[in-house]
């Protein structure tokens, strides 16, 4: 797949799009709306790791699939946070401006296993939530980790930092491959908060059938912002099984999406439970 084609399939499918913001060349983050515009709402944010485009592709067959469906919440979509860090793995390193090109082609990078975006920046590394902390942060541009030079440094961290303050989600999950996990807890959460997202975590995991892990010094995450800065239930999915390379092929979208079927019931059990925890 090119770059182009996983724009159309964005641009061309059948549901309301609108953009969050630009990315640093320019690019439109897009997002849509499915379900009830009162109410409770989840956001759900995919291809912020660029090689992990395909929970895009997946965020993308959810909504189709939702609509017209008569779900008691509003789900956000923003189906690529990192459009520009995908086009280096779908097109390569030409797609970078001249510095940052040169600079990853003379360190032998492989742009297929890119994750960072146009600035050389891991965007799931550079939200303020302990930023720098994490254990695998690095000081210093890289196809990963990262972290920036200052939190919410990157246009793109700071578009899906202003979405959210704006719809103020009732829950927020983040799709990332690979692993079949669920990831839960931030290290600054409360005792109450960290045991209100456990139990919502667990109903996610179990309709996945993906075990439910806490995460431990993972910081700088769109999820760590959400729980550190919000107090949002948070949850961070590892789709695709761990056998699999990145980037995981479009021939395993149909198996991930079977495999996730049972996830917008769960949400709607979490929604309710919201309220009496
Ligand atoms: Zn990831």
Redesign the pocket.
């Known amino acids: 797949m090119k770059f182009d084609e996983f724009e159309k399939r964005i641009k061309t499918s059948n549901l309301q799009t609108f953009s969050i913001g630009k990315s640093a060349l320019g690019q439109e983050i897009l997002a849509c709306h499915i379900g009830k515009s009162e109410g409770k709402q989840v956001l759900i944010q995919a291809g912020?790791?660029a090689?992990?485009y395909i929970?895009s592709l997946l965020a993308l067959v959810q909504a189709e699939r939702l609509q017209g469906t008569d779900l008691p919440f509003g789900v956000y979509f923003v189906f690529c946070s990192n459009p520009d860090g995908v086009s280096v793995v779908l097109d390569g390193f030409s797609t970078l401006k001249e510095k940052e090109r040169v600079f990853c082609v003379e360190r032998g990078f492989e742009h297929k296993l890119f994750?960072a975006n146009a600035n050389l920046v891991d965007l799931?590394t550079n939200f303020d939530a302990l930023w720098g902390q994490g254990a695998s942060n690095i000081k210093t541009p890289n196809f990963e980790n990262y972290i920036g030079e200052s939190p919410e440094s990157e246009v793109e961290t700071r578009n899906l930092v202003n979405f959210t303050k704006e719809i103020r989600p009732a829950l927020t999950l983040?799709y990332?491959?690979k692993g079949e996990v669920v990831y839960f807890g931030f290290d600054t959460q409360s005792e109450k908060s960290l045991r209100r997202d456990e139990i919502l975590g667990r109903k996610i995991s179990d309709a996945l059938g993906f075990p439910l892990l806490r995460s431990f010094s993972s910081c700088g995450g769109y999820k760590d912002w959400a729980v550190d800065k919000l107090d949002i239930p948070s949850f961070?999915i590892?789709f695709g099984k761990n056998s699999l390379s990145h980037p995981i092929g479009e021939e395993h979208l149909g198996e991930i999406e079977k495999n996730s079927k049972n996830l917008f019931e769960a949400l709607e059990f979490c929604l309710e439970e919201l309220d009496k925890l």
């Open positions: 912020i790791h090689r992990e929970t994750k799931n983040s990332h491959t961070t590892e």
